[in-house]
């Protein structure tokens, strides 16, 4: 099993910047990839950006440029560096990060408790 804890989630004015952390912990052999994924109120969960372990990244078209995901993989801890923000960024920010189990040789994907980011205008 892995738990992934998020923090850094809050309030902030149109323009201004937050940091969203995502630390992984318990049992398994590595953190594959990792990514962050946003769901505002009424809407579907979308991916905002991902990161694999050799540091390849990927981000929605919504934020590139302004949204910067990195990882520290001693730590199994992938960053997620919001500036800019829209007020249309405001969401429930969730971690995702697959694991290799090696007892059951697969890799399994889990999912943070989320974190609130609000963007005010």
């Known amino acids: 099993q892995v738990q992934l804890v998020e923090s850094g989630g809050g309030l902030v004015q149109a323009g201004g910047s937050l940091g969203l952390s995502c630390a992984a912990s318990g049992r398994f052999f590595s953190i594959n990839a990792m990514g962050w994924y946003r769901q505002a109120p009424g809407k579907q969960r979308e991916l905002v950006a991902t990161i694999t372990r050799t540091g390849t990244t990927h981000y929605a078209d919504s934020v590139e440029g302004r949204f910067t995901i990195s990882r520290d993989n001693a730590k199994n801890t992938a960053f997620l560096q919001m500036n800019s923000l829209k007020p249309e960024d405001t969401a429930v920010y969730y971690c995702?990060?697959?694991?290799?189990?090696?007892?059951?040789?697969?890799?399994?994907?889990?999912w943070g408790q989320g974190t609130q980011v609000t963007v005010s205008s």
């Open positions: 995702n990060a697959y694991a290799y189990d090696l007892g059951s040789r697969m890799v399994v994907p889990y």
